[in-house]
């Protein structure tokens, strides 16, 4: 099993593009969640999915976005670029929604505004 | 509010020497606790739950409410054991998901 996959590993973006990032979970795994890390601090929680539905989302403005397809992968959307937006963004997977304690992380995708 | 401090940035230890990892929280109901870690150029992974009670690695950490900390301990560290290390205490969304709220993490090097 190739564990949580992401997909771009880096990219660059200038202010006011939009921005599409890709995650696929484990096998099995019905709940993504996906986090943002800015250097230096620990990773904050964006938003959750499980079974296509929003079950969760943390305190990010109306420019993200994401989506849950039949697959269970998912995409985060970022629009309208800003220079703070440059992070590490993490997505990690789950088998159930509530409690389940542990969270299966991809390795992240790089984002760097200009 | 939901919060993680792990109040310190760096640790350095020696190789056989105890370590500890601070960690305290603020959650206003039953909180649940981890231990996740982060070797270099591996992605984040968890080490451990204070409702397992287990011992990875020969790590420990006991949660200790009245004082609202969660402190990873080992009593020999080894210098496979330098990492980034980060708490994160589960909290419950207004939509009934889940989320993990981590601390800023500590650094952990472990010297021969």
């Known amino acids: 099993d190739a564990g949580v996959t992401q997909s771009p590993t880096h990219l660059i973006k200038t202010r006011g593009q939009q921005v599409t990032l890709r995650c696929s979970p484990i096998?099995?795994?019905?709940?993504v969640s996906w986090y943002q890390q800015v250097l230096g601090q620990g990773p904050q929680f964006i938003f959750q999915?499980?079974?296509?539905?929003?079950?969760g989302r943390g305190n990010f403005p109306d420019r993200f976005s994401a989506r849950q397809f039949p697959n269970y992968s998912s995409e985060l959307n970022v629009n309208a670029l800003l220079l703070g937006d440059s992070a590490l963004y993490l997505c990690?997977?789950?088998?159930?929604?509530?409690?389940?304690?542990?969270?299966?992380f991809g390795e992240g995708s790089r984002l760097t505004v200009l | 509010a939901q919060r993680v401090t792990q109040p310190e940035k760096l640790l350095s230890v020696f190789k056989g020497a105890p370590v500890e990892l601070k960690c305290n929280y603020s959650?206003?109901?039953?909180?649940?606790l981890f231990w996740y870690v982060q070797y270099s150029r591996q992605r984040l992974q968890l080490l451990l739950r204070?409702?397992s009670r287990e011992s990875i690695k020969g790590f420990t950490a006991d949660l200790n409410k009245g004082e609202t900390s969660f402190h990873l301990k080992k009593p020999f560290a080894q210098e496979e054991d330098s990492a980034m290390y980060y708490c994160?205490?589960?909290?419950?969304?207004?939509?009934?998901?889940?989320?993990?709220?981590f601390g800023k993490g500590t650094k952990l090097t472990v010297n021969p």
């Open positions: 096998s099995g795994h019905k709940s």
């Open positions: 959650y206003s109901g039953s909180p649940e």
């Open positions: 994160a205490l589960s909290g419950v969304t207004q939509g009934g998901s889940e989320k993990l709220v």
């Open positions: 999915y499980y079974e296509k539905e929003e079950r």
């Open positions: 990690a997977s789950s088998l159930i929604l509530l409690r389940s304690g542990e969270l299966f």
């Open positions: 204070h409702i």
